[in-house]
């Protein structure tokens, strides 16, 4: 009877290391991911608004890219996807207005990655207008109508949108993604859970597991 009363105790042992193994806990505010104290208003109704903070020669944002397209493609009508370039100093400024200028002339989709490309594998810093519209012309932009684009008044609007944004969204590193104007999560959010020294690509897929779980939450508490 001692015997069996064993074997049974260690079967559910078994058991209960196999349930937590099959479900992990929950991610938690305040670990790996931050709720924000005043929530940001969205537009974007039933859907689920999800906003990338990034900058173009950042180099964690270049590594995130590819798995972060993955992850709004599967997403698919559940979000409403945003991204925002951030501020630095006078050297990131043509960097940021290239993104609104692609973005206001709705080529971002198409160079976006294009861009990223240009900086980290060519090294191009793309830190001067001229080196900007040097680079846009050459993939066959028209440049006076960038350029034009660039200047304007609604571009200038948008990158100092971006600087009241760094303060209202609490946005200390980047890439930072906010879900629903409540949400923060982010690589470096994510290592708050994990133990080791994971590398670059597990905390990656870490945020992405984080950010699954905040857009089903949102969603859940729309209805």
Same mark, same amino acid.
């Given at each position: ?98 993104f609104f200028t692609l973005e206001a002339m709705g080529l971002l989709n198409q ?10 594998? /060519? ?7 001229? %080196? +900007?519209? *040097?680079?846009?012309? #050459? ?5 006076? !109508? ?20 760094m303060d209202s969204y609490k946005i200390e590193s980047w890439p930072t993604i ?21 590398? /670059? ?7 992405? %597991? +984080?950010? *699954?779980?905040?857009? #089903? ?5 729309? !209805?």
């Amino acid at each position: 009877m001692r015997i069996l009363k064993q074997i049974l105790g260690a079967l559910a042992l078994c058991s209960v290391a196999f349930a937590a193994t099959a479900s992990p806990a929950a991610p938690v505010s305040g670990v790996e991911y931050q709720t924000l104290a005043s929530p940001q208003p969205t537009d974007t109704g039933k859907k689920i608004e999800v906003i990338e903070f990034f900058a173009y020669y950042c180099p964690h944002c270049n590594a995130l890219e590819a798995q972060l397209e993955a992850w709004v493609k599967k997403q698919g009508d559940n979000i409403v996807f945003k991204r925002v370039h951030v501020p630095r100093d006078e050297s990131v400024l043509p960097q940021q207005r290239l993104f609104f200028t692609l973005e206001a002339m709705g080529l971002l989709n198409q160079y976006h990655k294009k861009v990223f490309h240009a900086m980290h594998v /060519e090294r191009n810093r793309l830190n001067r207008d001229e %080196q +900007v519209f *040097d680079w846009v012309a #050459a993939q066959g932009i028209d440049r006076q !109508k960038f350029i034009d684009t660039y200047r304007s008044f609604g571009v200038q609007a948008k990158v100092k949108r971006a600087d009241g944004m760094m303060d209202s969204y609490k946005i200390e590193s980047w890439p930072t993604i906010v879900i629903d104007g409540r949400f923060q999560a982010s690589p470096h959010l994510a290592s708050a859970g994990m133990q080791g020294n994971p590398s /670059e690509a597990e905390l990656q897929a870490a945020a992405l %597991q +984080v950010m *699954d779980f905040l857009v #089903a939450k949102a969603k859940a508490e729309k !209805k």
